[in-house]
């Protein structure tokens, strides 16, 4: 019996460690870098390499009177154009909550961060087009560009106290910010000439979506299946398939079903009954009714929220623990033929110097661009410099703006032909990896030492 009980106790335990594990805010970070490591033993080990690189791009779909539906559809796009619509999609659902009552508001709220976002953006596509213009990989200037924001906030957790609370907002609402920026990069310049016919009809079922919206409309299915038709239309429009995700997350409600004093009326009546079936003498009845009204509480409860919350919080944990690491998984793996891959400092005419384009943009750029531009924001009196955080601290915090990992990546399978350029692509990757790497290491190191130096004084 002890030995039994002893059990239940380690499983509650180790149970109450996952649940700990998957809530922390640098627990999604932590399954990415294993799955980037991973995904380079699979593509490079002998025994793996060829089954990982024929998996990825095994083309799949259905047969549909002789064709294949969809078309040019492979494991690799699964990922790319099918589940991280899901990813961009949690992004427009972030973006819109922080615009709506967020960080992002107010006019006062957003300045600095839109300002400092544009700055981290505007100066790594400079550094990159410096080292890059005129050859063959200069479309490649939107990689530098985007910060991860599920990596820099999880570095900014574990370094605690000793980064500001305002800095970690303000880094918070930047990332927004800067995703929003890299939706609309990849929206006008990675995109291919559209179907305006196709993107016409999406357009039209987006603006029928918007009224029944209007309307008040807040069963969740009603928004699903056309949601699923908008990226079918996206996908054959020519435009990318993840922007449908932004776009009906934009157009998914804030606003609750229920009011607050209907949701405090509803629930002192649910109340009254719950407490109500203990007077009934038959307890199988008295069960049932106590069931009855826990599922009415968990009904108005739900309706008390609004969808888009709902939906973020419901979808938040498969976005970091299953899409992101399956991401990884499938773009991370680059097969190392010599060990030039890793000089991403070397200059020829082959690669276009992009190694030094992309690290010099995310680790020099980033936090240049986003200290630079919030600087001048605040000398001219456009915003507030966050409250109690030094210039120094600032610069700190923003070398962690340079960790671009997951949208640098995803950008970077999209400015280069991968049937022609399929080494631009895999060296745009080493790249990342390693100013990623830097940038945390980098940020993590100066916002230790600034912590420790304000501490002294």
Excluded at 6 to 15: A, C, D, F, M, P
Aim: include cysteine; glycine fraction near 8%.
């Amino acid at each position: 019996m002890f030995t039994k009980f002893g059990r239940v106790k380690r499983s509650h335990i180790l149970s109450q460690q996952g649940r700990s594990f998957l809530q922390a805010p640098w627990a999604g970070g932590i399954v990415l870098i294993i799955c980037v490591v991973v995904a380079m033993l699979l593509a490079n080990l002998p025994a793996t390499s060829e089954m990982y690189h024929h998996l990825l791009h095994m083309e799949l779909g259905l047969y549909v009177d002789g064709d294949l539906f969809p078309r040019g559809m492979n494991l690799e796009k699964i990922v790319n154009d099918g589940l991280m619509v899901v990813f961009f999609f949690t992004v427009g659902l972030e973006i819109r909550r922080e615009i709506s009552d967020g960080e992002l508001s107010t006019p006062k709220k957003a300045i600095l961060p839109v300002i400092a976002a544009m700055g981290g953006m505007v100066v790594p596509a400079l550094i990159y087009a410096f080292f890059n213009a005129g050859t063959e990989v200069a479309n490649g200037w939107g990689i530098p560009m985007a910060t991860d924001i599920a990596f820099a906030i999880g570095i900014m957790s574990l370094l605690g106290s000793r980064v500001p609370i305002s800095l970690k907002v303000f880094l918070t609402a930047l990332a927004v910010a800067d995703d929003l920026g890299a939706i609309l990069v990849i929206a006008l310049f990675y995109g291919e000439t559209p179907d305006m016919m196709l993107l016409g009809i999406a357009l039209l079922i987006m603006v029928g979506i918007y009224f029944m919206r209007r309307l008040g409309e807040f069963r969740m299915v009603a928004y699903l299946i056309p949601a699923c038709v908008v990226w079918i239309l996206f996908y054959y429009s020519g435009v990318h398939a993840t922007i449908s995700g932004v776009a009906m997350a934009m157009l998914i409600p804030t606003e609750p079903r229920y009011s607050r004093s209907y949701f405090l009326h509803k629930a002192d009546i649910i109340e009254k009954g719950f407490k109500d079936a203990d007077a009934i003498e038959n307890e199988n009845e008295a069960e049932e009714s106590r069931h009855y009204y826990l599922r009415r509480m968990t009904q108005i409860s739900n309706g008390a929220q609004g969808m888009s919350h709902r939906v973020e919080h419901m979808l938040m944990p498969y976005v970091n623990f299953v899409i992101m690491p399956i991401f990884a998984l499938a773009n991370a793996g680059v097969y190392i033929t010599s060990a030039e891959y890793f000089n991403i400092f070397e200059h020829s005419a082959e690669l276009g110097s992009i190694g030094m384009g992309i690290f010099f943009g995310l680790v020099i750029g980033k936090p240049l661009g986003i200290s630079l531009f919030s600087l001048l924001a605040v000398k001219l009196g456009i915003a507030d410099k966050p409250a109690g955080a030094s210039w120094l601290m600032f610069l700190a915090v923003a070398c962690l703006g340079g960790i671009g990992f997951t949208m640098s990546i995803f950008v970077d399978n999209l400015a280069f032909d991968k049937a022609t350029h399929q080494t631009f692509i895999d060296m745009g990757k080493i790249a990342i990896l390693i100013a990623s790497t830097v940038a945390a290491v980098m940020g993590t190191i100066l916002i230790s030492l600034e912590a420790k130096h304000e501490k002294i004084e």
